[in-house]
Nanobody, 123 residues
């Protein structure tokens, strides 16, 4: 069993900051990449930020310079620091663990998702 638990969402005014955290637990041997995705009402889910086990990062153009992703490989946790938030950032944010290799069956790398946390930015 692999679980991802997110925290840190909420309501903030435009220009404010929030920090999202996600902890992966269970029978985990390794995780290739961890990241954050978001889905706004009526829109498709999109990648916000991603970080590999080696520390390489990738960001959506819309959040570059405002959001920072970081990761603790030993603890299987990932953080997303969100600054200068805009109303357009309003969405449900999902944590993802990609390419998870487990210590128990089923073996083979799989992706896992958190339950999502709401971020609302008011104007």
């Amino acid at each position: 069993q692999v679980q991802l638990v997110e925290s840190g969402g909420g309501l903030v005014q435009a220009g404010g900051s929030l920090r999202l955290s996600c902890a992966a637990s269970g029978s985990i041997f390794s995780i290739n990449a961890m990241g954050w995705y978001r889905q706004a009402p009526g829109k498709q889910r999109e990648m916000v930020a991603d970080i590999t086990s080696g520390g390489s990062t990738d960001y959506a153009d819309s959040v570059k310079g405002r959001f920072t992703i970081s990761r603790d490989n030993a603890k299987n946790t990932v953080l997303l620091q969100m600054n200068s938030l805009k109303p357009g950032d309003t969405a449900v944010y999902y944590c993802a663990a990609r390419g998870v290799l487990r210590t128990t069956p089923p073996f083979g790398r799989r992706d896992y998702w958190g339950q999502g946390t709401q971020v609302t930015v008011s104007s």
